[in-house]
């Protein structure tokens, strides 16, 4: 299964609502997660079951979407948001398959 | 709190071999399944392999198959990764992760002449 995320690089202003997209070549269902990555740092997981956050994350992070559309949304962008984020599927596997990512950037 | 650590990375010529850990600590090792994901510099995340709790259960990406083996030790709370046949496109940093929500800090591995 092939992941496609769109934009590639997204420029937002702290404050501002940043959409992320992520397609799947064939439906996932919900098994959808998505993952915040910051330079020099590991992954960590935002959101799993398409919709599901995990423990910890703000509330301002929220997923939807189901079989093969999926978004993430940051309602209000804060200074820490500013990073890549991964959308992978775990519906059809092996292999896990990531997608490509989305560099959310400074405007 | 969990922890997972890896080691072992380092610089080794196309054909080498190499053996990552990742010593886990914090929960109990020997009843989660794990895996193995890479990212070359500058590139995103692909995976590698998974082994099942008891071993049991082996899977590797394609890239791999046939040069990389996952093991574990679960009296050693550790979980291993021997690389052969290193190729320039195997450099990346190496991550251990327990399921999708725990990370260790990755290894870098430099495969290089």
């Known amino acids: 299964i092939v992941m496609t995320q769109s934009p590639a690089t997204l420029s937002v202003s702290p404050g501002e609502r940043a959409t992320l997209s992520c397609r799947a070549s064939q439906s996932v269902s919900s098994n959808l997660a998505w993952y915040q990555q910051k330079p020099g740092q590991a992954p960590r997981l935002l959101i799993y079951g398409a919709s599901t956050r995990a423990t910890g994350v703000p509330a301002r992070f929220s997923g939807s979407g189901s079989g093969t559309e999926f978004t993430l949304t940051i309602s209000s962008l804060q200074s820490e948001d500013f990073a890549v984020y991964y959308c992978q599927q775990y519906n059809n596997w092996p292999p896990w398959t990531f997608g490509q990512g989305t560099k959310v950037e400074v405007k | 709190e969990v922890q997972l650590v890896e080691s072992g990375g380092g610089l080794v010529q196309p054909g080498g071999s190499l053996r990552l850990s990742c010593a886990a600590s914090g929960f109990t090792f020997s009843s989660y399944e794990m895996n193995w994901v890479r990212q070359a510099p500058g590139k995103g995340l692909e995976w590698v392999s998974y082994i099942t709790s008891s071993g049991s259960t082996i899977y590797y990406a394609d890239s791999v198959k046939g040069r990389f083996t996952i093991s574990r030790d679960n009296a050693k709370n550790s979980l291993y990764l021997q690389m052969n046949s290193l190729r320039a496109e195997d450099t990346a940093v190496y991550y251990c992760?327990?399921?999708?929500?725990?990370w260790g800090q990755g290894t870098l591995v430099t495969v290089s002449s």
């Open positions: 992760a327990r399921g999708r929500n725990y």
